[in-house]
């Protein structure tokens, strides 16, 4: 947000409100900052006659961050106001975060407690009612430097970021910090807000430096809109990957082993193992090739790759033999090893295009500050794939993608947005590749999202250096947001490794390399597929498919006969034999989330009929034991939605 430039040009106190007041009174009010020249501003900034002022509304794309961004200072003024020995660090918005809409770190010995946190919502409270204004000011670098030599937090930000007219902006008495803007007018502006949690962050985020508190809070424009983020919240608590993951015996991380570095249980295992047999059976019947490729790879491949000066940080540092000249280094991505395999022989047009896939495991250093249970580990498994194609059939091959992607998604019950994201228009000169490249690139992923009716929104600039991509966020079943497929042209690569084919004219081309992932990371996808059904995975994919419980022990051998039909159609079957009551059998089942229960008493040993219980739908009714056979088994070769 540069607004200084803007500021500087002014003339007379005219303001970009004043402006928008003359215009059109109505929008003026309701407008948190201004657009002035297409630059985001305060409304009380300054600006000529000739300058085009426009309106930032609440429904605009920017107003919620800016909106947001204003309540981390009003938090920030409200803790001075109580703690002014504090130092303050950062205090950005943050989007489609579960931890918030905004934080801001703070340095204070004593650490902030529930009630502090209280105690600074109602100091905010205040701030709002007393509608105080937020005001900018701006000095020379060095009267800065000099005004605030005692705080060095502050001396940081002015230095780094602060050019040579940093600017700082009040809110109240005590609160002043370092800050670009812009802001809404003043704290009764914010109409509903609230702050969530504590965490340690480090200062830079960097594990050395000191620690800080880092207050999280959320804002939104209306209160209806905050409580049911609030709401939403509540339920994905009930629903956290983590504490399912434990209920449901899943997975676990332990000290000894290393943060970061899942453990899948038996039944977590298997529920992976039932993913990728669903991802194996699509891919062979969609014509890729299955590769396979090591852990490790020498230094040199990574370099060719670019990962080493690139993604350095996050790659795990070097090892080598003592006998040995060669460095090895964990993968953190598998696209070199495919392109090795392609470069294994001489390649011609006619087999082209080449779709190599693998269930690939990368390594990537991740701070053990951001983890979060599955969501984010050190090692994890891409469903990764590499297509190699021509001009020609790079169409055709994204509208395989899209197509997998959408079978894929829908045997979930995901919805889902789409993403196009294309070159910058105005700078074209920092991405690689021949313009002829990227229009026919653009056009040709343009147009198999047309083919296939998809809407998506084109976002300009947004494309890597190397190559526009498609990227596919799907929606959980509380409508939350996670960014999960990408499909990426890469012209970088090929030409890096000196990729060929021999085209029809007898000459040598570099084929267009597309890295498409429509998972993405296994272990993230199985946390999000645990949050999204809640724990309740449909048959296919439940460890356990049917609970079988007599509900007497005499019963016990019978229930076994049954459980044994069930098993030998291919189902996941277990008999609770237990001396418990019926009731106390179908609580524990309900508890692990089985599917399907059979109640097995007198009656349906003497008939052979089953009495059957859903856990979301409870008794369903008493049917023949090949009936019910022949539906659970539909439903599970279906890989239908959960019962
Ligand atoms: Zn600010
Ligand atoms: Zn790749």
Known sequence: MESSAVQSAANAGLTALRVLQTRDAAAAKRAIAARVNGVL???????????????????????????????????????????????????????????????????????FTPNDLARIEKRMRELVKRNVPFRR?????????????????????????????????TLGDRFIDFCRGPHVPSAGCIKAFKLLSVAGAYWLGDEKQPQMQRIYGTSFFTQEELDAWLQQREEAAKRDHRKLGRELDLFSFTEEVGSGL????????????????????????????????????????????????????????????????????????????????????????RELPLRY????????????GVQHGLLRVRGFTQDDAHLF????????????????????????????????????????????????????????????????????????????????????????AIRRTWQL??????????????????????????PIMVHRAILGSLERFFGLLIEHFGG????????????????????????????????????????????????????????????YMIIFGDREAETGDVAVRTRSEGDIGTLPLDAFLARITHEVQQRLPTP
Request: aromatic share 10%.
């Open 536 to 595: 309740k995975f449909p048959v296919w994919l439940s460890p356990v498919q049917v609970a079988v419980l007599p509900i007497a022990d005499r019963l016990n051998e019978q229930a076994a006969a049954v459980a044994r039909r069930l098993r030998a159609a291919g189902l996941r079957v277990e008999v609770d034999a237990r001396s418990e009551t019926i009731g106390a059998k179908i609580r524990q089942a309900q508890l692990r989330k089985v599917p």
């Open 389 to 476: 194609c021509t001009p020609e059939t790079l169409e055709a091959e994204i509208v395989g993608c899209l197509d997998f992607a959408q079978k894929v998604y829908a045997t979930f019950g995901f919805d889902y947005k789409v993403e196009l994201s294309v070159r910058d228009a105005q700078d074209q000169t920092k991405y690689l590749g021949s313009d002829d490249v990227w229009a026919l690139a653009e056009a040709a992923l343009t147009k198999a999202l047309d083919r296939l009716g998809l809407a998506y929104t084109r976002v300009e600039g947004e494309a890597a250096f190397y190559g526009p991509k498609i990227d596919i966020k799907v929606i959980d």
């Open 41 to 111: 501003c305060d409304l009380s900034c300054l600006v000529s006659e000739t300058d085009t002022v426009e309106p930032v509304l609440p429904e605009d794309a920017d107003a919620l961050e800016i909106y947001r961004h204003s309540t981390a200072h009003l938090l920030a003024a409200a803790v001075l106001d109580l703690f002014p020995d504090t130092k303050l660090g950062a205090g950005p918005a943050l989007k489609d975060d579960p931890k918030g809409g905004f934080y801001y770190d703070f340095l204070q010995e004593k650490p």
């Open 262 to 349: 899942v453990l899948f249980h038996p039944k977590g295992a298997l529920i992976l193992h039932l993913l990728q047999e669903f991802l194996y059976g699509e891919l062979l019947a969609r014509g890729y090739d299955l590769v396979r490729t090591p852990h490790i790879a020498s230094s040199r491949l990574w370099e060719t790759s670019g990962h080493t000066a690139k993604y350095r940080g996050d790659m795990y540092p070097a090892m080598q033999f003592e006998e040995e000249s060669v460095e090895y280094q964990l993968k953190p991505m598998n696209c070199p090893f495919h392109i090795q395999i392609y470069k294994s022989q001489p390649r011609s047009y």
């Open 137 to 169: 000011i701006e000095m020379s670098r060095d009267e800065a430097l000099q005004k605030f030599s005692a705080d060095e937090l502050k001396c940081y930000f002015i230095s780094e970021k602060g050019g040579e007219n940093p600017s700082f902006y």
């Open 485 to 510: 497929a990408t499909i990426q042209v890469d012209f970088n690569l090929p030409q890096r490794f000196g990729l060929e084919y021999i085209g029809a004219d007898n000459q040598p081309h570099m």
């Open 357 to 368: 896939a693998e269930m690939g495991t990368v390594y990537r250093y991740e701070r053990s």
